[in-house]
């Protein structure tokens, strides 16, 4: 409790129009701060979408009475690169590796570089990347084959195969390649979905003389299953068996997944029992990927019995589980089962991520009952967390439709105040029916608020 008290006063306070530090020395004093705190404020900081230069004021802060962890360093890089804080980003770096070279690790490289990659073009990526590079070497770093994977992950999380397959082919030669960035490659082609790409470089790299592993083969498995080739799933598993590769959880996890996506609801249940014969135990990911069976067979009181199912075994509903159940429940068009599961998942004190905000507050808008769109918003503001400029977008559009601007204003104004730049759709809806209600101060004030931001925040996503 006291990590989401914590992290909830930051998050509403108005920084940066004043500043964060007088609070961080109310809440973060010797001996209260401690790593393990320092880490888990930082996660809910980043997991709420605050404004990430919040996070960055708090890591600072904790310099002063401890050594940085790891975990710490990249959830606040993190949370700089996401909002795309990029000369933040750089200059804790830089401090890095002035100061705590060991900081500088792979996963560091590919929160910066996946956002780069995002926002940047491939040149300026690849620039950025032989940038990182004279900051590690300085720091007495190695800059080698992991670090190349870094970028390689950071291209292929963005579908960029083209490039990341021209970068292979040519810095391979510099940095002895293994299995990692096979499997790294595998994973760009099948999530860029392009199938006959991924096997061409699956038996490229086997005549080079990669020797597959277990991720290896669920990757090309997944691949499979979501184009409704079950079959050729099947296969894999047969030969991953016969070259002795055990196996896992995740490997039975797809394999029930792809059956859902052939509408074999009987094939993923049954696929289930043999995982629990083979002695594997199944977790949340594997009754999500069951539950997908059951409501792409939309066999909707089966899911909802294994809902029941995951809560009575311990084994309890995350956010996949929920979204993945409202997506249907729409999709179904019952939206009084919406509103129900929406009780109970809100009576359970669960915090749904962003995407399942989104999803949420559309069903409310679209259902003409904005009063639910607000009630999600401040029960999400309650909890600490800033909702996604596009929820925001949403309830400001049904709300000021339905008449109610002066709630539109109330919700547009508590994310400014937190630090966040809402986006410009949001602005104009909002601006539009202030003009005609001739609330000219509220829209001076709006300005007031957002040009000071602008300067100093990206615009909200």
């Known amino acids: 409790m006291a990590v989401e008290r914590i992290a909830k006063l930051i998050n509403e306070h108005p920084f940066p129009a004043r500043p964060l530090v007088p609070l961080l020395r109310q809440l973060l004093r010797p001996p209260l701060l401690s790593g393990e705190l320092l880490d888990s404020v930082l996660s809910r900081l980043l997991a709420a979408h605050g404004n990430g230069l919040k996070a960055l004021e708090v890591f600072r802060f904790s310099l002063r009475h401890l050594p940085p ?27 890095a590796r002035d100061r705590y070279p060991s900081l500088l690790t792979p996963k560091a490289l590919v929160l910066l570089l996946s956002k780069l990659a995002k926002f940047r073009s491939f040149d300026e990526t690849v620039r950025s990347f032989e940038e990182l590079e004279k900051i590690w ?67 490229e ?18 691949a499979y299953c979501k184009k409704g080739r079950f079959s050729d799933a099947m296969e894999v598993l047969e030969e991953m068996e016969m070259k002795h590769c055990v196996p896992t959880v995740e490997t039975f996890t797809t394999l029930i997944h792809g059956a859902g996506v052939v509408r074999n609801s009987i094939r993923a249940h049954e696929l289930l029992d043999e995982m629990l014969r083979r002695g594997l135990s199944p977790d949340v990911a594997v009754y999500n990927a069951l539950l997908s069976s059951f409501l792409r067979c939309r066999d909707l009181n089966s899911a909802m019995q294994l809902m029941c199912e995951m809560e009575e075994k311990g084994i309890g509903l995350d956010d996949v589980s929920y979204y993945t159940m409202f997506c ?13 599961l929406y009780g109970k998942m809100v009576g359970r004190n669960f915090v749904p991520k962003m995407r399942t905000v989104v999803l949420l507050m559309k069903c409310f808008c679209e259902d003409r009952r904005p ?61 539009g029916f202030l003009v005609r209600l001739k609330e000219t101060e509220k829209i001076e004030e709006l300005c007031k608020l957002m040009k000071g931001l602008q300067s100093l925040v990206p615009q909200s996503c």
């Open 69 to 95: 962890s790891p975990s710490s360093f990249h959830t606040t890089l993190h949370a700089l690169a996401r909002m795309r804080a990029f000369g933040e980003s750089w200059e804790l770096l830089q401090h």
């Open 137 to 203: 070497v300085g720091a007495g770093k190695e800059f080698g084959v992991h670090e190349f994977n870094a970028l390689l992950r950071a291209l292929c999380s963005q579908k960029r195969m083209a490039e990341a397959k021209a970068v292979f082919h040519k810095m391979h030669a510099r940095c002895s390649a293994n299995v990692r960035t096979m499997n790294i490659l595998l994973l760009g082609f099948k999530d860029s979905g392009n199938v006959m790409a991924m096997d061409l470089f699956y038996h």
């Open 205 to 222: 790299m086997v005549v080079r003389g990669f020797e597959p592993n277990v991720a290896s083969y669920n990757i090309r498995m997944d």
């Open 328 to 340: 249907a429940l729409k999709r179904f068009g019952e939206i009084d089962k919406v509103y129900n």
């Open 371 to 431: 009063e639910m769109g607000l009630e999600l918003w401040e029960y999400m503001v309650d909890k600490g967390f800033c909702p996604h400029g596009h929820a925001l977008d949403l309830l400001v559009t049904s709300l000021c439709c339905k008449g109610r601007v002066k709630d539109a204003y109330k919700c547009f104004k508590q994310l400014t105040e937190r630090g966040r730049c809402p986006p410009e759709r949001s602005f104009r809806v909002l601006e």
